[in-house]
T-cell receptor, first 112, second 114 residues
Framework: KNEVEQSPQNLTAQEGEFITINCSYS?????LHWLQQHPGGGIVSLFM???GKKKHGRLIATINIQEKHSSLHITASHPRDSAVYIC??????????????FGKGTLLTVNP | NAGVMQNPRHLVRRRGQEARLRCSPM?????VYWYRQLPEEGLKFMVY????????ESGMPKERFSAEFPKEGPSILRIQQVVRGDSAAYFC????????????FGPGTRLLVL
């Protein structure tokens, strides 16, 4: 079992819909990242969070440390949001807290 | 302030050749991380370097792979005698300090081994 599990693997939505992508992890972490990767493109860091909730534009990320779960929400989705969204955790392992462990990603397609 | 630069963006090699992937970190960043993304797989940590030092290479295959980050110039990930299984996207990230700071990713190098 992977240390970081994302669901769903694939998600198709209509423009304007509210999107939720989930991430569960099985280890102690110091922080969790949400990343965005466009097809054939680079990786952009969207959020780093260790508790609570963060919001940036139409994107909202939440984390529940006790339940080892995080969600990424996209409000009023748009075709340009189509990308792979990747959850990554930073293990709570003292000297190795630079090391990121990644989920396999969620491929989001937003149709006009 | 330019972001993390990687070149080449695409690299084609035949089996047995060498591949050299370069990463220039963001200005002021002295910590570099290399990750590999195999087809249909998630990203995996390979190596963490500071200037002139390898801090953690626990994710690097034991043979054919090496990395360096010299005092001057970009970080280099070198793959000798490439095999088809090395075909992947290789991403570099940098941070101003080590530990728990945000890592900024480059655009990646897509390596195809024929």
């Amino acid at each position: 079992k992977n240390e970081v599990e994302q669901s769903p693997q694939n998600l198709t939505a209509q423009e304007g819909e509210f999107i939720t992508i989930n991430c569960s992890y099985s280890v102690g972490i110091s922080a969790l990242h949400w990343l965005q990767q466009h097809p054939g493109g680079g990786i952009v860091s969207l959020f780093m969070l260790s508790s609570g909730k963060k919001k940036h534009g139409r994107l909202i990320a939440t984390i529940n440390i006790q339940e080892k779960h995080s969600s990424l929400h996209i409000t009023a989705s748009h075709p340009r949001d189509s990308a792979v969204y990747i959850c990554a955790v930073r293990l709570n392992s003292g000297g190795s807290n630079y090391k990121l462990t990644f989920g396999k990603g969620t491929l989001l397609t937003v149709n006009p | 302030n330019a972001g993390v630069m990687q070149n080449p963006r695409h690299l084609v090699r035949r089996r047995g050749q060498e591949a050299r992937l370069r990463c220039s970190p963001m200005k002021g960043h002295s910590h570099v991380y290399w990750y590999r993304q195999l087809p249909e797989e998630g990203l995996k940590f390979m190596v963490y370097l500071q200037k002139e030092n390898i801090i953690d290479e626990s994710g690097m295959p034991k043979e054919r792979f090496s990395a360096e980050f010299p005092k001057e110039g970009p970080s280099i990930l070198r793959i000798q005698q490439v095999v088809r299984g090395d075909s992947a996207a290789y991403f570099c990230a940098s941070s101003p300090g080590g530990g728990s700071g945000t890592q900024y990713f480059g655009p990646g190098t897509r390596l195809l081994v024929l």
